[in-house]
């Protein structure tokens, strides 16, 4: 543990891949639309457990959610699923692992979601729904998985996008529209929002959006790539505690990230320790 005065630090957003999959990245392409657009170039950065527990020793975080991608090949899903569990088998109190599926697999989705529950998944993510063929307000296709997850009760995660700005890859349509439809369908899951929910908290003051907003959470994942430091206390003015601090490691390096939050707070150890206190409740 970090022993930081804030209390420990939870990063709700890092991504991990056996080493396989860094050696065969043009294989992995090939097989996986999800992994083409996010991997298919030599510098996209992948990371293994032991790399992250690295990073996590010199950036004083104490826990990380590990999630995969939104998978598009089934046993591509399953690999990557095998090696957040075991890596979380071999690290109980580093890792708190999540698992990956297609909602458009339909009963396969499902039952490998069972199977990585039964192993410890704590949820379902990360989702990817413009690479993975679906919208997310397509609240019949995705009842089957949400219902399971309440069952189980696991966390969904989702990428966001922001309907305006520079384009990235990775960059889509789950805007805040289709955020909101999503919570409106499903408002007994628990639900995290990647990258600020795409500016989704925001509209937090009209009435209506604050009402939907009140059981899902918004995580940091990417800030310094797309908001200016001052994102986080405005946030935090709107939602509290239910923005909760993630990297997105090993895009960002977790250091990175807790500079990013040192130079509006002050002190990014003690911001993010704050910022994990929701995020302790939620997923531990």
Partial sequence: MSGNSGGPIIDSHTHILPDSFRRDRDTYARRDRTFSKLFASPKAKIATGDELIESMDGAGVDRCVTLGYGWTDLSVAGESNDYLLEQAEEHPNRFIPFCSVNPTWGDDALNEIRRCAGRGARGV??????????????????????????????????????????????????????????????????????????????????????????????????????????????????IGPRLIFGSDFPLIAQKRALEHLRAEAGTGIEMAASMSRGATQLFT
């Fill in 125 to 238: 993510g990360e989702l990817h729904p413009d690479s993975q063929g679906y919208q997310l307000s397509n609240a019949e296709l995705l009842a089957p998985m949400m219902a399971l997850a309440r069952e189980l009760d696991l966390v969904v995660l989702t990428h966001s996008s922001e309907p305006v700005g520079h384009q990235y890859p990775g960059k889509g349509s789950a805007t805040p529209s289709e955020l909101e439809a999503f919570l409106v369908a499903f408002p007994e899951n628990k639900i995290v929002f990647a990258h600020f929910g795409g500016g989704l908290p925001f509209y937090a003051l009209m009435p209506e959006v604050k009402d939907a907003l009140k059981n899902c959470y918004f995580d940091t994942a990417a800030a310094p790539y797309l908001y200016d430091p001052e994102i986080y206390t405005k946030l935090i003015d709107l």
